[in-house]
């Protein structure tokens, strides 16, 4: 009887010292903001990048990207460059692996009024742009407070600073096959299991839109 508690007792400790080994953690600030047309977005983009920490930090954004795989070319330098599943895919662990390369991140933030885009990153370039109004009007269920749309992008443009690029694109000159659409405010179905940052934002979205609906979200 003794061995048999002593052995659920390893068990159980193990499991927590693995939990605590394997977790994976990442702190993204702000380091500078370059604003142009208003000057109060200060606190909202610094609040931003404090959920966006949180969001890549948790267990439920941890385990949705894990059980993923992704497409080879969704990395911007190539199949042949990044480590590939038995199917010739991006593994999700992978993915996590990438993100969390750095464990301390500063990058500077350009607020943008209106573009063609939600935002743009190049990739290792520690400078990312985003478009606020169109932030704004692209997740109107978060519009109460311009920080959660902001910390979507912000998840979804680091992806493209740790190394990944769209397999997709946009505008009436794309090729059917590689044209994006969104139908009903839901991600498109030909592209959200193959393509990384696409995908990391609408996890992050979904995660965010839980926690403000059940007030879970820092100040």
Request: aromatic content about 12%; charged content about 25%; hydrophobic content about 35%.
């Amino acid at each position: 009887m003794k061995k048999i508690i002593l052995f659920l007792y390893f068990l159980t400790f193990s499991s927590v010292v693995w939990s605590q080994v394997d977790k994976k953690i990442i702190n993204i600030k702000m380091k500078n903001l370059i604003c142009r047309y208003t000057t109060d977005m200060g606190p909202s983009a610094e609040k931003a990048f404090r959920i966006a920490t949180a969001i890549f930090n948790s267990d439920e954004f941890q385990k949705e990207i894990s059980n993923s795989n992704f497409k080879c070319d969704s990395y911007c330098q190539g199949c042949s460059l990044i480590s590939l599943n038995s199917q010739g895919r991006i593994s999700g662990e992978e993915v996590l692996r990438r993100l969390f390369a750095e464990r301390d991140v500063a990058i500077t933030l350009e607020l943008k009024e209106q573009g063609g885009a939600l935002g743009e990153t190049t990739p290792g370039s520690y400078y990312t742009k985003a478009w606020y109004k169109n932030i704004i009007e692209d997740m109107p269920e978060l519009a109460d407070d311009f920080s959660y749309g902001l910390a979507v992008n912000i998840c979804h443009e680091y992806m493209h600073q740790v190394g990944f690029c769209h397999i997709y694109c946009t505008g009436w000159m794309c090729p059917k096959k590689r044209r994006l659409v969104e139908r009903d405010g839901k991600p498109d179905p030909k592209f959200i299991n193959d393509d990384v940052t696409y995908k990391v934002g609408w996890v992050a979205y979904y995660i965010l839109k839980k926690w403000v609906e059940e007030k879970k979200v820092m100040d």
